[in-house]
């Protein structure tokens, strides 16, 4: 069994895949082919914005974001503590201060309570102007973004949307992506949209923000003249071969994948109900593209030794996330070290990721459920 059976899904895409793959390879434009714009388009409809940007990858899509902004030394961006290096690290890297906020203990999303406590916090301390809010659709559920962004429209923050998991998630309708002034997103293999390396895009209604990316995501040039440099930028673009993997899973993700993930998940939750265990919570008129199926463990249990059982019998787990933000080494001894996330900290030491992917099958999902119960009931 695969955490995340990318074998699986290229076997149900193959002709599709390998005939997008072969076109891009004969026409021999590598770079900035014309399926990079097609995609770009394709995922601007989808997700319901004006804007798509694509680039090297989900990391650097936040960084040009920030950088669009101008955002860099005494800024302080405001971070959850409960989530993946990047959202604090391209802060920092951009020169700014990252804060590091605790999360809902059912959603592991941005509580928008201790985000205002922690704005109130900074701006008490004098040292550092706040600027940004950095929200993560953790494991593909969207944040609560009604009430984060009025918590950032009452103290006049930038809202970035980190969407690396969240794409295909939504809100009442409305798709994840189009939430933040700028929302971003990977397309790493293992996300719910992934290709075969590494990718991302950035997305926006602004024209401004928009021509600014682009212009950024290719050293800075100006518009089409490509040795006029009127900034500095990066090279962070998007490559033909990708963006051509990347439309035929688009179709897939569109047509069937999406709803396969929350099958999927709804039998987890049925099979694992009354386990006492703490499982995912979906709130009303919120649709998660379930890019992990996360339990939590009750404190007494050995997590270790409940990965190694179910190992043995070929059930592969992972522990999303071990060390909260704050504590990582990186943000040691700086203002990023302190943190008020007694959630985070709990969740760190609890927390089960379990396969998830459009192709399991029933069987597969009761041989993880079954196993679950019988090791712990041991």
């Excluded at 070290?337 to 009761?366: F, G, Q, W």
């Amino acid at each position: 069994m695969n955490f995340r059976d990318l074998k699986k899904q290229y076997e149900a895409l193959k002709p599709e895949i390998d005939a997008a793959i072969n076109e891009a390879v004969t026409s021999a434009r590598f770079i900035s082919g014309p399926q990079v714009r097609e995609l770009e388009q394709r995922l601007a409809g989808y997700v319901g914005v004006k804007h798509c940007v694509t680039c090297a990858n989900g990391t650097d899509a936040i960084t040009l974001a920030l950088t669009a902004w101008g955002i860099g030394r005494g800024d302080a961006v405001f971070v959850p503590d409960f989530t993946f290096f990047s959202s604090g690290e391209c802060p920092a890297a951009v020169g700014a201060t990252p804060v590091f906020v605790d999360v809902d203990k059912r959603t592991f999303n941005l509580d928008a309570e201790k985000l205002e406590q922690s704005i109130k916090t900074v701006l008490d301390e004098g040292e550092y102007t706040p600027k940004a809010v950095v929200a993560v659709d953790l494991f593909g559920l969207p944040a609560d973004y009604q009430k984060i962004r009025a918590v950032c429209e009452k103290y006049d923050l930038l809202l970035l949307e980190d969407g690396a998991q969240g794409f295909g998630g939504s809100i009442n309708g409305k798709k994840a992506c189009s939430f933040g002034d700028i929302a971003t997103t990977s397309f790493f293999p293992a996300k719910p949209l992934g290709c075969y390396g590494d990718g991302g895009a950035v997305f926006t209604d602004n024209d401004e923000w928009a021509s600014l990316l682009r212009s950024l995501t290719v050293h800075g040039k100006s518009g089409n003249d490509k040795y006029n440099n009127i900034r500095i930028g990066m090279n962070s673009r998007l490559d033909t071969l990708q963006a051509a993997i990347l439309i035929p899973k688009l179709d897939a993700f569109e047509r069937y994948e999406l709803d396969k993930v929350n099958e999927a998940a709804a039998l987890y939750s049925q099979k694992l109900a009354g386990s006492g265990l703490v499982l995912p919570l979906i709130p009303e008129g919120f649709v998660s593209s379930w890019a992990q199926y996360t339990i939590q463990l009750p404190e007494n249990c050995d997590r270790q030794k409940l990965i190694s059982a179910l190992k043995e019998k070929g059930i592969p787990s992972m522990v999303y996330y071990a060390k909260p933000m704050h504590l990582q080494g990186a943000f040691e001894n700086t203002r990023s070290a302190v943190a008020d996330c007694a959630v985070t900290e709990r969740l760190c030491k609890t927390v089960l990721s379990l396969p998830m992917h459009p192709y399991l099958e029933e069987s597969d999902i009761s041989f993880v459920c079954n196993s679950i119960l019988e090791i712990i009931d041991e």
